[in-house]
T-cell receptor, first 114, second 107 residues
């Protein structure tokens, strides 16, 4: 296991198109997180799963964003009708539930919306 | 609402000098605080967390609830410490990050 992986690493799309990103967590980790990061800012929490259940979703997330983790393993993040403001780095992290559990981050998917 | 503030975007010190990266938080409960580091071309990784009260790579951080701060300190900075540092607060799985401080250690 080489850690958290994300695919694709880069995505360029036109405004109005839908995009989907995938995250594969560390195999024994039951928690999975999605963040968005724009230039000059820290990661911004989007949502997280414990196993297949989505436990928290940021109110900042519009209805165009949806995430799934159907079998409690990999997760997908879909953005519908992309806007230029969606251009950012999308980070995934995973952890094993515990007190102040450590999150392990993936390399991120950089999205550019033209 | 929880908030994390890192007042310095950039910090530059000479090798061997002490370094302190500031972090202030706003949270009504008992916070779980972390420092993450991102070296050039590498992914974000945990540096240390307050509950462990540990020293990693010579760095320590003390939680001061009175001042709502969690500053990161190292007595003698090394060139390899040059990186982006993020302070983060976790509330039952929802993490809030500061905007980061870029530390440059000059030879």
């Amino acid at each position: 296991d080489t850690g958290v992986s994300q695919d694709p690493r880069h995505k360029i799309t036109k405004r109005g198109q839908n995009v989907t990103f995938r995250c594969d967590p560390i195999s024994e980790h039951n928690r999975l997180y999605w963040y968005r990061q724009t230039l000059g800012q820290g990661p911004e929490f989007l949502t997280y799963f414990q196993n297949e259940a989505q436990l928290e979703k940021s109110r900042l997330l519009s209805d165009r964003f949806s995430a799934e983790r159907p079998k409690g393993s990999f997760s997908t993040l879909e953005i519908q009708r992309t806007e230029q403001g969606d251009s950012a780095m999308y980070l995934c992290a995973s952890s094993f539930t515990g007190f102040a559990d450590t999150q392990y981050f993936g390399p991120g998917t950089r999205l550019t919306v033209l | 609402a929880q908030r994390v503030t890192q007042p310095e975007k950039l910090l530059s010190v000479f090798k061997g000098a002490p370094v302190e990266l500031k972090c202030n938080y706003s949270y009504s409960g008992s916070p779980e605080l972390f420092w993450y580091v991102q070296y050039s071309r590498q992914r974000l990784q945990l540096l240390l967390r307050h509950i462990s009260r540990e020293s990693i790579k010579g760095f320590t951080a003390d939680l001061n609830k009175g001042e709502t701060s969690f500053h990161l300190k190292k007595p003698f900075a090394q060139e390899e410490d040059s990186a982006m540092y993020y302070c983060a607060l976790d509330n039952a799985g929802k993490s809030t990050f500061g905007d980061g401080t870029t530390l440059t250690v000059k030879p």
